[in-house]
């Protein structure tokens, strides 16, 4: 036999079982090789796929020609085509699936492969400040309106486009213009959405203190097939080690990935990989347009850069002779994606350093109770880091106990204690920065009926609306449904309706009439929602024009800001209720982490942590910013006689939603009666099978939700079921059910 095989099996980025075959015409041959993108006729449309293996067709097939092969080299090396491989399968998704979560978006666009171009964007930006309440309160005496406006941009870093207050924040466009005539802000047209990373200022790195020493010197004579795990208390300069064992590779010719849980919310370790590397870096963010990531793409695939950094998806750079792969705060959820393929980017970059022969260096402070795992089975190598830099102390938490703790009288609900109080005040008089936590944006968690107790659902889903202000709204936080604040109750018709529970919005508002000089910023999702809005606030911050830092679970990460002296979390238990079995673990990764914000100065810090639950574990484990103490409760608790979870077992759900609700609990009981008999039949009853069941949540977006937990010792089991259940009629998964395997959240 000679010459190459005439046909080709490509994948399409579609939720389909089989590949497709094509001929390839003589002329292209040459390129249209495993992993290469080719262009390919489908029905009537021109799609990209991906040659996943050259075959000879059966005799007599009358098959469509490949059309075209746009790349000089194929897009995916054979290690990512692996890589491909084993996420679908471990996942039990469609190939085509996988392959389309490793490509970026414009590389899937047959007709312009590099994709489109930013246009211009009209954008309101804040031209005077009014720093004072007096100043405000007479700038909108006659419109309350504008000021609701002005207070939107404000929090939104003192500029927003317009589409976006518009159309997101329901703002009138004769409002935002009023502004303008009154002449607090100015309409702008962005024209290129500038990359504010590359204005960052990027310092030259320390010297390695001894102890940052010591451990890359470990990592170093570690064989590069053991990954490591560098467990550093929070400020002990695990970035530094990163950037170190990084640059050793780079200069050896290799390439590196750095993983971070989200671009936006570390500039800071973004500004460091540039202080060490330049240009060699490509900063994988969300803000890209289309046809910036796919330069980047390129210039990661052809070498002319050499290190990425980013989100989970950066974990698929297509660096040639990778050297090491980064997870930075490794215990981090939002590495699981949420959509199929569901895959853990951690756990992809141990599947992709095996393939490659690069080193995984995993890195935290509070570690995920999995790694810890792998650690005591020996799978993974531990480092420490036990001591700030600087032989700085960790700050000390004080536990409030919220049911009895003396309060604020004026703070009337809000759970505010006369100790968190006198913190923060000594704080401010010293010109020091507070950071305070509060995990639920809004205003108000809910609205309820003081006569009837009434609680103002979401008619989506089976959530409490919250209360928001500015503008003022009901919002479920599930779906995208917003609805005016009634007056009278929707039942019984009483006219005054209460608020209960606080969020971010709320204790924004108390803290400005309690502290009147202060210079607060709110971060929470309502206030980042606009491209680089994270930026902003956190160079406010950087450059201390903000005194008190507030907001939800972005605010305890990865932040180091030598200014702040106290942190305080104002209710420590907003998740440790949860109906999940990471209730605990959540809420002890949170409070450690936003502890460990305190106390990175020279004047030290303090950590104020109030709570209902102060023997919790969680909370006890955090107050000595110690996961080890966490874990020597947490895991027995996971084990016989208590339902079994993971690290113990492997796990993976199954969920049905529907809009009706006996079709879906019906669909559930069918779900669950296949797991049983696959168990039976074909797994020797590995398996164990739990419901189905109403998931916690029991209805999102129009649709009632019923789950199926399957467990097992034997993981693969996990992972023959998961193959088997996608492999099913109707192939590549079956309508209506979500599979995850791995759950982060079983909610
Ligand atoms: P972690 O990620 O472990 O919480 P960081 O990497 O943010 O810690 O480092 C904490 C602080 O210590 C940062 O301000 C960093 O610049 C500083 N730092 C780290 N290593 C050194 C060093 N070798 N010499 C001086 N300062 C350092
Ligand atoms: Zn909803």
Partial sequence: MSGPPPAAEVILPLPVARPYTYRIPDGLAAHAVPGARVIVPVRRLRMIGVVAALIAPEPGRDLRDVLATPDAEPALTPELLRLARWIADYYGSPLGLALRALLPGPLWQAARPAGPRETGERVLTLTRGLPSLLERERAFKRSARRRVAYEAVESLGGSAPVRHLVTQLGLSPAVLAGLVT???????????QRDPFTGLSSPPPPVLTPDQGRVVEAIAATPTDVPVLIHGVTGSGKTLVYLEVMRRLVASGQGAILLVPEIALTPQTVARVRGVFGDQVAVLHSG?????RADAWRALRRGERRVAVGPRSAVFAPIPRLGVIVVDEEHEASYKQGTAPRYHARDVARVRAQLEGARLLLGSATPSLETLHLVDEGVVRLLSLPERVGARPLPPVEIVDLRSAPRVAEARGLPWSEALDTAVRDALAQGDQVILLLNRRGFATYLQCPAC??????????????????PAALRCHYCAHAEPVPTACGVCGHAFQRMRGIGTQQLEHFVARRFP??????????????????????????????????????????LDFPGVTVVGVVDADTGLHLPDFRA????????????????????????FVQTRAPDHHAIQAAREHSVRRFAAVELPLRAAPHPVYPPHTGLARFVVAAVDADVAARAAERVAAWLRRASAERLGDALTVLG???????RLKGRWRWHVLVKSAERRAVGRVVRAWGRGPGGGGRGGVIVDRDPVAVL
């Fill in 182 to 192: 009154q002449g607090l802000a100015r309409f702008e047209v962005m024209v290129q």
């Fill in 288 to 292: 890209l347009s289309e046809g910036e």
């Fill in 453 to 470: 107790g009434d609680v103002r659902e979401c008619s989506h889903c089976a959530i409490a609306l919250t209360v928001h202000q500015a």
């Fill in 517 to 558: 000089a202060a210079r607060i910023a709110r971060m929470d999702l309502d206030t980042t929602s606009t491209k680089w809005a994270h930026h902003r606030i956190l160079e406010r911050v950087a450059r201390r024009e903000v005194d008190v830092l507030l907001g939800t679970q972005m605010i305890a990460k990865g």
């Fill in 584 to 607: 605990g673990e959540r809420t002890f990764q949170l409070v450690a982490q936003v502890a460990g914000r305190a106390g990175r100065g020279p004047k030290g810090g303090r950590v």
């Fill in 692 to 698: 189905p069941a109403p998931c916690p949540i029991p």
